[in-house]
């Protein structure tokens, strides 16, 4: 049944191959994909047709230009000469493999020139590719030279006002805009657009890549309201042309919000950033170079306007949803700058309000501290949150019961609460403390310790891990049994406190604590009273990578429409394997 899918693309379901692309490579035991392998599969030869629909699905819907190669080169023999080396050369190209991809526009050039007299469209393309490839190398000189020799072909070939006149002068505009030719590349981009206009009409999405590079330009001039303005004609085609969930729409909010945050407008930045990141979120795309590129612009647009305002607004980077009256959402920012009513989903703003004159809810709001067992105050955020509450949440903090030990106030894996209190400077009347497992402990304990499972099948780390999630399970039982419906927590053993755990585990025991513990609490809620009373829940991320990782884990629990997945855990399809490992030794 897993070959199910190849025998039905070879009957035309050509999307069932894209969507089951991991599970190609699986079935083919990690290795790269190979004609043979797959005339295995199917059970007869694949035809030259065939393996070029193939060619073209791997390079223009999958993106993995290797099995592209792979397939062009498997009909090498079946092809002009002239085609093979284009098509390697742009595949070679798209591939960031440079000196290839000029080796091959070269021998196109030059077979090109002694075999195809009179075939200057041809000519003039390779000039263009050859173009290209110099600008990506950084030769922004030698670039002009053959993109004007593929300029001078097109027009007295083609004429002004075509399609392929019009790719040249938006690819020259290209080149000078990135040499700081500011004003020269205004007047190619504008060309380019004028004939894409007329050629194409409004809404084709060359001319919203025009717009979007031309919104780029005048961003640079400082021309900013007239960089807005190109950015929402371009913004507009692309959700005409290809939807709000493609790729190139997630850019154009990227790139309206570096003006937006140019104009000191940080919350409408942040909300562009967001709307970016929910869009490659949603289309499941696994570039965390740009999800950790829009975490990181968040990360500053925040601590730019704590230098301005003195404060912080915290944002939103996505909201899931546990059952029918909880959600989950992912935060940026410092958890010391949280404040009540942060979630009224009835708006449109993603920026967590900081100022208290600007209060809605009446809720009861805590915030999650992770401390060590003497509960006084500690390093990092634990030291930084007796700071921020001043002497009131001190002094609470000393009065919190002593056990007999004389020393511990908390135990690992429980939770108590101060409050309610003014606390200083911090925005909540509460904070539950809790304590998690210091791993690195563990790692002493176990100096033979490895992060896999031992041959008798237990997690060395088990007990550690369980520590983990009762700190989250118990601090959320806190916050019931006080009513309090929101809660945010600061992540728990995700320092120097994690040892050897890598951060996707503890992070990943963060969240399915919290789902376990909601599922359990919403079941309770059909038979009694005492119900779950906690709304939303926060996980709240200081740095890049934990915002990243938060979101990959979340992935791994959460649908694209942000609801929990119903089956078990370790079931999901789409859970790799530092979850799956994590969930067997939670259950254990």
């Known amino acids: 049944k897993h070959y199910e899918f190849l025998r039905q693309y070879y009957a035309g379901a050509t999307e069932s191959l894209k969507q089951r692309l ?3 490579r699986m079935i083919s035991n990690g290795g790269s994909l190979n004609i043979e392998f797959l005339e295995k599969v199917i059970g007869k030869p694949l035809e030259t047709d065939r393996i070029k629909q193939l060619a073209n699905l ?3 819907q999958v993106n993995d230009y290797q099995l592209a190669i792979v397939m062009t080169n498997a009909i ?3 092809l002009e000469p002239t085609e093979l080396y284009s098509r390697l050369g742009n595949l070679f190209f798209k591939q960031g493999n440079l000196e290839k991809a000029m080796t091959m526009f070269q021998k196109d050039l030059e ?11 041809h000519t003039a393309k390779t000039y263009n590719n050859m173009a290209n490839v110099l600008h990506s190398q950084g030769h922004f000189k030698e670039s002009l030279t ?3 020799m593929s300029l001078d072909i097109r027009l007295e070939a083609v004429g002004p006002e075509h399609q392929l006149t019009a790719s040249t002068y938006h690819n020259m505009a290209c080149v000078l805009q990135n040499q700081g030719r500011l004003e020269d590349a205004m007047t190619f981009y504008e060309k ?3 004939i894409r206009l007329k050629i194409l009409g409004p809404g084709h999405s060359d001319s919203a890549q025009t717009y979007n590079n031309m919104a780029a330009v005048q961003n640079s001039l400082g021309k900013l309201e007239r960089a807005l303005e190109l950015y929402h004609k371009a913004l507009e085609i692309q959700l005409w042309a290809f939807g709000p969930g493609h790729d190139a729409t997630a850019q154009i ?8 945050g140019n104009q000191g407008k940080v919350e409408e930045a942040i909300k562009m950033y967001q709307n970016s990141l929910e869009v490659r979120l949603k289309a499941m795309c696994k570039n965390y170079s740009n999800t950790t590129a829009i975490s990181y612009e968040i990360v500053g647009l925040l601590r730019r306007q704590r230098k301005v305002n003195g404060a912080a607004p915290l944002a939103r980077l996505m909201t899931y949803t546990i059952s029918d009256k909880v959600r989950l959402h992912i935060v940026g920012g410092s958890i010391v700058d949280y404040s009540p009513g942060m979630f009224d989903t009835s708006g449109d703003s993603n920026v967590l309000k900081d100022s208290r004159t600007e209060r809605k809810s009446n809720r009861a709001v805590a915030i999650v501290n992770a401390t060590n067992e003497g509960c006084l105050g500690g390093g990092g955020l634990d030291n930084a949150l007796n700071k921020v509450g001043g002497i009131s949440l001190v002094k609470d903090r000393y009065g919190l019961k002593v056990l007999p030990d004389g020393h511990t106030r908390c135990q690992t894996g429980k939770a108590v609460l101060t409050g309610p209190n003014n606390y200083g400077n911090l925005h909540v009347p509460f904070v539950i403390h809790t304590v998690g497992p210091v791993y690195w402990e563990w790692d002493r304990k176990m100096p033979n310790r490895v992060n896999e499972e031992r ?4 997690n060395p780390f088990q007990a550690a891990d369980h520590l983990l999630k009762s700190a989250y399970t118990n601090s959320l039982k806190v916050a019931k049994d006080h009513g309090i419906s929101e809660v945010a927590f600061s992540l728990i053993s995700a320092g120097v406190n994690r040892g050897e755990r890598t951060l996707e585990d503890v992070l990943s025991i963060a969240v399915i604590g919290i789902c376990d513990w909601v599922q359990e609490n919403t079941a309770v809620a059909t038979n009694s009273r005492n119900g779950i009373v906690v709304e939303d829940i926060s996980l709240v991320g200081y740095t890049i990578e934990e915002m990243r990782v938060l979101l990959d884990v979340c992935q791994n629990h959460f649908s694209a429409d942000g609801e929990l997945f119903k089956r078990d855990l370790k079931t999901r399809p789409s859970f790799r394997r530092p979850s799956e490992y994590v969930r067997s030794s939670l259950k254990k």
């Open 76 to 78: 090498r023999s079946s």
């Open 192 to 194: 380019a657009l004028a």
């Open 58 to 60: 791997f390079e223009h």
């Open 455 to 458: 041959e008798d099948g237990m």
């Open 146 to 148: 053959l993109h004007q």
């Open 22 to 24: 991991d599970d190609l």
């Open 253 to 260: 909010y990227s790139n309206m919000a570096i003006v937006l």
């Open 111 to 121: 077979i090109s020139l002694k075999t195809r007299h009179g075939d200057y469209i």
